[in-house]
Antibody, heavy 119, light 106 residues
Framework: EVQLVESGGGLVQPGGSLRLSCAAS????????MSWVRQAPGKGLEWVSV???????YYADSVKGRFTISRDNSKNTLYLQMNSLRAEDTAVYYC?????????????WGQGTLVTVSS | DIQMTQSPSSLSASVGDRVTITCRAS??????LNWYQQKPGKAPKLLIY???SLQSGVPSRFSGSGSGTDFTLTISSLQPEDFATYYC????????FGQGTRLEIK
């Protein structure tokens, strides 16, 4: 059974850092495209970042230069290192597996972890 | 970035109704369009991918159509568990989502 379990969220001050983790089971992270998607309180979904199976990484303009996506193949875990955090980064962060037949779609999602950026 | 606009933003309907939600892209995206359902406090759930392909395990009352810039999600006969928020998502270029359509009980 495919499962994604996020952790690492919490309260952080503006300018601070946080690392989110997403532990996967039932499939191999390194063989798939993996993404982070966030949702600000009461708002819609916003794509944040993707790491391809080959290791290439891409970011939304809103987080480029501040966030870094990575994975640990030995732990089958995805990460999101978030630096220089801003109030507008406050959101529930979901990790998701991306399937890439012709289109790219997210077929499995974690339960989400809440990041609150506030002084 | 490609802008995705859903209409309506909210919708009231009754159990058994046929409901259609529209998603319009700011430029042609071929069939690179997916639909998700999200219930309060839960992660999104994939319903439809590539505009019209039903995800495994999703009831057949859900269907999708369209190509280019205009897409629709149709629920043929609303069930109580279908009241949720629905999002479209394009992957033709940098991934973007629509703003969501909240489906409420009338």
């Amino acid at each position: 059974e495919v499962q994604l379990v996020e952790s690492g969220g919490g309260l952080v001050q503006p300018g601070g850092s946080l690392r989110l983790s997403c532990a996967a089971s039932g499939f191999t992270v390194s063989s798939n495209y993996m993404s982070w998607v966030r949702q600000a309180p009461g708002k819609g979904l916003e794509w944040v970042s993707v790491i391809y199976s080959g290791g290439s990484t891409y970011y939304a303009d809103s987080v480029k230069g501040r966030f870094t996506i990575s994975r640990d193949n030995s732990k089958n875990t995805l990460y999101l290192q978030m630096n220089s955090l801003r109030a507008e980064d406050t959101a529930v962060y979901y990790c998701a597996r991306a399937r890439t037949t012709v289109v790219v779609y997210f077929d499995y999602w974690g339960q989400g972890t809440l990041v609150t950026v506030s002084s | 970035d490609i802008q995705m606009t859903q209409s309506p933003s909210s919708l009231s309907a009754s159990v058994g109704d046929r409901v259609t939600i529209t998603c319009r892209a700011s430029q042609s995206i071929s069939s690179y369009l997916n639909w998700y359902q999200q219930k309060p406090g839960k992660a999104p759930k994939l319903l439809i991918y590539a505009a019209s392909s039903l995800q495994s395990g999703v009831p057949s009352r859900f269907s999708g159509s369209g190509s280019g810039t205009d897409f629709t999600l149709t629920i043929s006969s609303l069930q109580p568990e279908d009241f949720a928020t629905y999002y479209c998502q394009q992957s033709y270029s940098t991934i973007t989502f629509g703003q969501g359509t909240r489906l409420e009980i009338k």
